[in-house]
């Protein structure tokens, strides 16, 4: 009874905040308001987003953020927390340095980088040009390619800002491995790659495996990065336009054809993605270990 | 009985905020049973934000709005209608409000608010740059290629100085392209509000003369995706020569907040091919009533409007206690009314102005025909952002091309929003 008991306040809190919004999505995405009152539309909030030529401009950006993110974002934290976890001196001091960027609210961190990239004033170009080498548009590059400079720049900003609490869990798992199975693998010869191919990313192997999920999951709902970035844009041509501004400016920001109901069933494709993404990858990792 | 109004000057504004309480507490002094509750705010609406307050439903009795809200205000069913309401016996300078102020807060034959502020298009100029530069701060350049040879002078200053500006993010870019292809004589939707229309010789001239000067003449900074708020702070910092804006920018923004001088401003007509603008994109703001108000509440935020922002010598047009207060006055805004009322309002003005007209001289003379805003404006602005931001940022766009893709799309909201 106790447990229940306990169980009521998870549970409400979820009800509310997390499973009402989601029924509430799903029943919005099949529904239409005209004139204060709403009705049933059937698939049209679909068929809408379907046809609108951004949604797959949104999704191609979103995947391109995605995979550049996990290339760049996910290996630097982990190399991070392999030096981290190497050196002799000024440990504390630099775990401090890596996770300050934490610390930072992002809209802070993001202005930062907004002042970074800027092409005429910005502290990225004054060193290109202090080089001597060629400058650039960072966000505001146009072009549409994979990838984009504009995209680019948008991943390097997000995992300055994210790799500190990547990093931290990462140097957690390492200093798990018992230091024997090291000792053992330099007795038997292995230099420094292959004590991390068979000792280090076997043993931290569930820990890299939770971090890609979460990481996938997060990057897939892409936002504040490229909104603030782009001034509340979507870059050159759409270049750094993601499926969740998509839906902010199906909801909001196109005050006068503002469309709860689009937003909601763009919203719902999103969630139906990630948790066929989510139950697929689960169901890979539970075959593995058996 | 009380009546809830917002957009009320926070005290952040001082003289504003005192202004609006003396408003509140004379007409409070005149009308006994009626009570004004103000909220306070500044902005007065972030678009975001009204969205989710007119979903909920919980706006004040008389509430602020864009002219470009009209459609969701009332999709959301959340405006009363006030027509009955509203007559030359209870809103005197009825018959003197500028049709398209009035059309923007009408739908069929229906009323649904009052409008307060409206507001054409211009040519700011920066007069110490254009002194500077050798050009003459009296004559504002009014074609394209004049604009264009002025902004190649006004940069040669170095110093980080630019000839012209413009936006390209924030939705303000495409509400400055529609407002320029205006005054080319062109149209950004088909009149019959079903197409876009911009995808013309006039869109075409307005994109061209951006791209020369942004990489030809390099009279534009490389730093682009510039929102509303931006230009007036390099306005004020005496670091850009020309950009277009409404009269307000410069009371409102550029001198009070941005710490500009007052007197380093003037303004020209809306550049065009010709010289002389064919028009203007107009809009403004207004006030509109809570669909759950009683008749009397109605009635009350009616005589409210009236007397705060329909009335020459009262209230916002009490232009001796603004310059006593020490507000710039003379400035050729807000156009609200014509006919005899206008004369009155003139007549006021002048009596206090604290600016010299002949600043705005070419602008108040060009008297450019107000167009409205286009349907879905926010929607059509948002499309054309990033158009403006490829001209600006891309050397080799291909302007052609990017009209016809944002054509497609605007075509795609008129068909949904229908």
């Known amino acids: 009874m106790s447990a229940h008991g306990f169980l009521i306040g998870a549970v409400l809190c979820f009800g509310f905040f997390s499973w009402y919004p989601i029924c509430r999505e799903i029943v919005m995405s099949f529904q239409k308001s005209r004139l204060g009152v709403t009705s049933w539309a059937g698939l049209s909030n679909y068929e809408r987003i379907f ?180 001034n509340g844009g979507a870059g050159v041509n759409n270049n750094t336009l993601s499926v969740v501004n998509l839906i902010y400016q199906y909801a909001f920001a196109l005050s006068g054809a503002s469309n709860y109901n689009s937003a909601s069933a763009l919203g719902v494709v999103l969630m139906l993605v990630l948790a066929v993404f989510s139950g697929g990858y689960l169901w890979l990792t539970r075959q593995t270990d058996r | 009985m009380t009546i809830s109004v917002d957009c009320a000057p926070p005290a952040s504004a001082p003289q504003q905020h005192k202004e609006w309480l003396e408003d509140v507490a004379l007409f409070e002094k005149q009308n006994p049973n009626i009570t004004v509750n103000s909220i306070f705010e500044n902005p007065c609406e972030v678009p975001a934000s009204f969205t989710a307050m007119l979903k909920a439903g919980n706006e004040p009795n008389v509430f602020y709005t864009y002219f470009t809200d009209k459609n969701q205000v009332l999709d959301a069913g959340q405006a009363a209608d006030i027509t009955s309401y509203v007559n030359s016996k209870t809103v005197p300078a009825l018959k003197d409000i500028v049709p398209t102020a009035l059309a923007a807060v009408t739908a069929g034959k229906t009323l649904y608010g009052l409008p307060t502020v409206n507001y054409t298009q211009g040519l700011i100029i920066n007069r110490v740059l254009f002194k500077q530069a050798g050009l003459n701060p009296d004559q504002p350049p009014t074609t394209w290629a004049e604009v264009e040879q002025d902004a190649k002078a006004i940069t040669k200053l170095g110093h980080g100085i630019f000839g012209y500006g413009d936006y390209s993010a924030g939705n303000n870019g495409g509400w400055h392209f529609s407002s320029e292809i205006d005054a080319e004589g062109g149209h950004m939707i088909n009149s019959a509000g079903t197409g876009a229309a911009f995808n013309s010789d006039q869109g075409k001239a307005v994109l061209q003369a951006l791209h020369q000067m942004r990489f030809v003449d390099h009279s534009m900074s490389p730093t682009q995706q510039l929102a509303w708020g931006t230009l007036q702070k390099q306005m004020a910092a005496n670091k850009l020569g020309m950009y277009i804006a409404a009269p307000d920018d410069i009371y409102n923004v550029i001198v009070p907040q941005d710490g500009g001088n007052i007197n380093d401003y003037g303004m020209g007509p809306l550049p065009s091919t010709s010289g002389t603008p064919a028009g203007s994109l107009s809009g403004g703001n207004d006030y509109m009533f809570a669909k759950r108000d009683t008749p009397a509440q109605i009635e009350a935020g009616i005589k409210w409007l009236v007397f705060e922002n329909l009335t020459p010598g009262v209230g916002f047009y009490n232009y001796a206690r603004q310059k006593a207060d020490g507000f710039p006055v003379g400035f050729p805004e807000p156009q609200m009314f014509t006919g005899a009322t206008e004369a009155k309002q003139q007549q006021l003005m002048t009596k206090s102005a604290t600016v010299n007209p002949a600043y705005f001289s070419t602008f108040a003379s060009a008297h450019e025909l107000a167009m409205g805003e286009p349907a879905d404006a926010q929607a059509v602005y948002k499309t054309l952002d990033p158009v403006m931001l490829e001209v600006l940022t891309n050397p080799n766009a291909n302007i052609s091309q990017l009209l016809s893709t944002a054509t497609g799309q605007v075509n795609q909201i008129l068909a949904n929003s229908g």
């Open chain 1, 51 to 230: 046809r609108d030529p951004t949604f797959w401009t949104a999704w191609k950006n979103t995947l391109e953020f995605t995979v550049l993110a996990l290339i760049i974002g996910y290996a630097v934290p982990f190399f991070v927390a392999i030096l981290l976890n190497e050196l002799r001196h000024a440990k504390g001091y630099l775990r401090c340095l890596v996770y300050l960027p934490v610390m930072l609210p992002p809209t802070s961190a993001l202005l930062l980088f907004a002042y970074f990239y800027d092409p005429s004033y910005g502290l990225f170009n004054d060193v290109l040009r202090h080089l001597h080498l060629p400058v650039s548009q960072w966000v505001q590059s146009p072009g549409t390619g994979l990838p984009s400079m504009a995209m680019i720049s948008v991943v390097i900003a997000a995992t300055w800002m994210n790799m500190g609490g990547a990093t931290l869990i990462y140097l957690a798992a390492l200093q798990n491995i018992p230091g024997e199975l090291y000792d053992a693998a330099e007795l038997d010869g292995a230099g420094l790659f292959r004590k991390i191919r068979h000792v280090t990313i076997p043993q931290t192997r569930l820990i890299l495996s939770m971090l890609l999920l979460l990481q996938i999951v997060a990057t897939m709902q892409m936002f504040v990065e490229a909104f603030i970035l782009t």
